[in-house]
Every structure is written in structure tokens, then in C-alpha cells.
């Protein structure tokens, strides 16, 4: 007794399923270049007269954030974190933490105002896929699609209140994190 045979194979996706890019945002430096800042340590972000912080006074930075991945985009939060885990500098630097107060806004959009570090989080917004190569870390940044790239403008103020005169020579280290999840463009 004979039977006839057959078969048939899909292969799912011509090179396997899954993204094969890389999901990325990046920081746009003041020198134009792109850097990654994705590592444990961070990057070093000079905030212009950070050493003229004194009770009531208030120092402001940009930092303009990009979707680095061409066709996904990036839904992206940042907070202000405590670095050292109390945001002091060393045990002989006063810790002047607790007296700042933060501001932020989002392409001149305000996110939040004058809130303790704790309560320094938002939202940048769903950054449109950069629908270009990526640029690598230390590439001049070159502008894509509108919408992939936002400035977040911080501002930091010291509080001059009750205590601030203990804390001459004081000091806070700190960070803003950023977070993005991808989402279909």
C-alpha cells in the first residue's frame, strides 16, 4: 500500500522576529555632540555658575534629549535623583539638599515648580522615531523629525530659610535620570 506525502516550512520573519535596532535616547552636549550617558556612573553635565548657588539664588540648565532609534518611538520620563544615596558631596561638605527647590519644563512648557527633589519628576513626552540612522556617542548632533528631540530646562533654587546660614560652603550632588519605554510609531 503507497501513500502520497507533503509538507510545508515558514520560516517566521526572512532574518528571526524582533526588533533589530536599538532602542536609544541620547543628550545633546553644549559642544553639539551626542553622548550616551546610559552607563552606571553618568555623565558630568556642567550647570553654567553651579559654585554662585547660594541661599536665594537659582541656576538654570538645558539639557535637550533626543530618540536616537529610527523607527520606534520613545515615551520618555526624567526625575532628579540623590547621588552618594543623600545627595551629599563628601562627610565634610554641608549637605544642602533639603533647601533646593526644582523647576522643569519641557520645550517651555512647565512640568512641575518649586518641589523638593522627592517630587522632581515628569514627563518629556512621547519622542517621534528619529526616522534617520542613529548617531553615534560623540557624533555632531544632527537634527531629524520634529518632535524627536525636546529641551528640558531645569532650574534649581536654594531657599533661604531658617538654617541655610549652618550650611555655608554647602554642597548637593545630584542627577536627572532619564527613562524611556518604546512604543510603534
Known amino acids: ?12 520573519g526572512a532574518a528571526g522576529i524582533g526588533y533589530q535596532g536599538r532602542f536609544d535616547i541620547g543628550v545633546v552636549l553644549p559642544s553639539g555632540r551626542v553622548e ?5 556612573s553618568g555623565y558630568d553635565w556642567v550647570v553654567p555658575e553651579a ?17 536616537n532609534t529610527e523607527s520606534l518611538g520613545a515615551d520618555t520620563t ?10 551629599s558631596v563628601s562627610p565634610s561638605i554641608p549637605n544642602i539638599t533639603s533647601h533646593l527647590r526644582f523647576t522643569a519644563a519641557v520645550d517651555g512648557d512647565v512640568v512641575f515648580e ?10 518629556v513626552g512621547v519622542l517621534s522615531a528619529r526616522q534617520q540612522a542613529p548617531l553615534a556617542e560623540g557624533d555632531n548632533y544632527v537634527a531629524a523629525q520634529p518632535e524627536s ?18 550650611l555655608n560652603g554647602g554642597q548637593s550632588a545630584l542627577a536627572v535620570k532619564f527613562n524611556a519605554a518604546s512604543v510603534k510609531p
Not at 526624567?78 to 545627595?87: A, I, K, M, Y
Not at 528631540?149 to 549652618?166: C, F, S
Request: aromatic content about 8%; glycine content about 6%.
Open 114 to 123: 518649586n518641589v523638593s527633589w522627592a517630587d522632581a519628576r515628569g514627563q
Open 51 to 67: 559654585e554662585t548657588l547660594v541661599p536665594g539664588r537659582s541656576v538654570t540648565t538645558t539639557i535637550p534629549v533626543f530618540n
Open 78 to 87: 526624567f526625575q532628579v535623583v540623590l547621588r552618594n544615596t543623600d545627595g
Open 36 to 40: 550616551q550617558a546610559d552607563n552606571a
Open 1 to 12: 500500500m503507497a501513500s502520497y506525502n507533503d509538507f510545508a516550512s515558514l520560516n517566521l
Open 149 to 166: 528631540a525636546r529641551d528640558l530646562t531645569l532650574t534649581i533654587t536654594y531657599v533661604d530659610g531658617p538654617g541655610t546660614e549652618a
